[in-house]
């Protein structure tokens, strides 16, 4: 059983930063994919960005080169770095790890953008 804590939500304002961290109770290297997803209010919950195994990364179009993710195998952790946050970046983001064929979540962290 893995468990995901997210943590580095916060109220900012457009046009700044946050880094979110996920920590992993168990050992990262094990994930095939480690991911953040986001949902807003009366949203359905959506894709921002993966990392495999290898490394390799991908993001939704709408990151447009403002977040990068990022794993320490180390530290058994996962962060995104966000950048010119927009109000529409609002939203609880949550980390997921993949392990074979089961899919983990955290519990999720609120971003606010708002001046």
């Known amino acids: 059983q893995e468990h995901l804590v997210e943590s580095g939500g916060g109220l900012v304002q457009p046009g700044g930063s946050l880094n979110l961290s996920c920590l992993s109770s168990?050992?990262?290297?094990?994930?095939?994919?480690l991911a953040w997803y986001r949902q807003a209010p009366g949203q359905q919950r959506e894709f921002v960005a993966i990392?495999?195994?290898?490394?390799?990364?991908g993001y939704a179009q709408f990151v447009e080169g403002r977040f990068t993710i990022s794993k320490d195998n180390a530290k058994n952790t996962v962060t995104l770095q966000m950048s010119s946050l927009k109000p529409e970046d609002t939203a609880v983001y949550y980390c997921?790890?993949?392990?074979?064929?089961?899919?983990?979540w955290g519990q999720g962290t609120q971003v606010t953008v708002s001046s």
């Open positions: 997921n790890a993949l392990i074979g064929t089961h899919s983990y």
């Open positions: 168990g050992n990262i290297s094990r994930a095939g994919s």
């Open positions: 990392v495999n195994s290898a490394g390799q990364r």
